[in-house]
């Protein structure tokens, strides 16, 4: 069954598109068929064609460059979203790096240098762009960010990532806390393995995936476009009265501690 769901009155801004493999991609899809108008962001020039690639021919979008860890990229993204839209219904945070020497090694060996590098980019920036969005949010804004469950139980070599997705999980919550007086929402969604450019950067992910469609109830691993729906239920009013919360998308894996073979 599928529900019908009209944004033609909505604004938003997805951050952080690489590809057309990246999960901001798979909202953006959902908030676009929906027929919301859509800004985008993306960090260099190394990656504007991609993007131009997915937006051609699409009515109503925009792009603009803008390193989230850079407060004058963020002032001039924002800038845009005025000048474009006027106001804005939902923020879509799709942002995270670590260095891969961050992965490779141990976590005890973890520098200082990739610690900070990992949750300012990470985690901060939901907090900095949050901030310059904040007097564009209508009542009844959004956002939305991407964790995963390594912020809860340890996965081999995703390292001081997993410290930065608990701490933007933290984050969320404050923020939650801080902007529901504005009737402004804030969630983050715990997306299962995907098979992205993040995920490459994860020595054994090929295993990791495989195991954990192994061992999730459902018997696979959820897809891009199970997180797009959700994006969409919880960027819309459909999910009106969620916030603060860590919503997992990952085909029940990260209920399970182990699943015994059936005779």
Not at 198 to 226: H, Q, V
Request: aromatic content about 6%; overall charge negative.
């Amino acid at each position: 069954m599928t529900v019908q769901i009209d944004l033609s009155d909505k604004t938003a801004l997805v951050m952080g598109v690489a590809n057309a493999r990246s999960l901001g991609w798979a909202i953006a899809e959902q908030l676009l068929s929906a027929g919301c108008r859509v800004g985008f962001s993306y960090q260099g020039e190394r990656l504007k064609g991609e993007l131009d690639k997915l937006l051609a021919g699409r009515e109503g979008v925009w792009s603009q460059q803008a390193d989230a860890t850079v407060d004058e990229d963020l002032a001039a993204l924002f800038a845009r979203v005025k000048e474009e839209f006027g106001h804005l219904d939902y923020l879509v945070h799709s942002i995270a790096f670590a260095p891969r020497t961050a992965m490779d090694g141990r976590f005890l060996d973890t520098t200082p240098e990739d610690w900070n590098t990992a949750l300012n980019v990470s985690a901060y920036t939901l907090v900095s762009t949050a901030r310059h969005a904040e007097g564009l949010l209508r009542p009844g804004a959004s956002i939305i960010s991407l964790t995963y469950h390594a912020s809860q139980q340890v996965v081999p070599k995703y390292n001081v990532m997993g410290v930065a997705k608990a701490a933007l999980e933290a984050a969320t919550r404050y923020l939650a806390a801080e902007m529901g007086g504005s009737g402004v929402r804030v969630n983050t969604i715990s997306a299962g393995p995907m098979r992205t450019i993040a995920a490459r950067s994860i020595p054994g992910f090929g295993t990791m995936y495989e195991k954990a469609a192994a061992s999730a109830p459902l018997g696979r691993n959820a897809t891009p476009e199970e997180v797009g729906k959700l994006a969409l239920f919880l960027l819309s009013d459909l999910g009106s009265g969620v916030t603060g919360q860590t919503v997992y998308v990952d085909a029940g894996a990260s209920i399970m501690s182990m699943k015994l073979e059936q005779n």
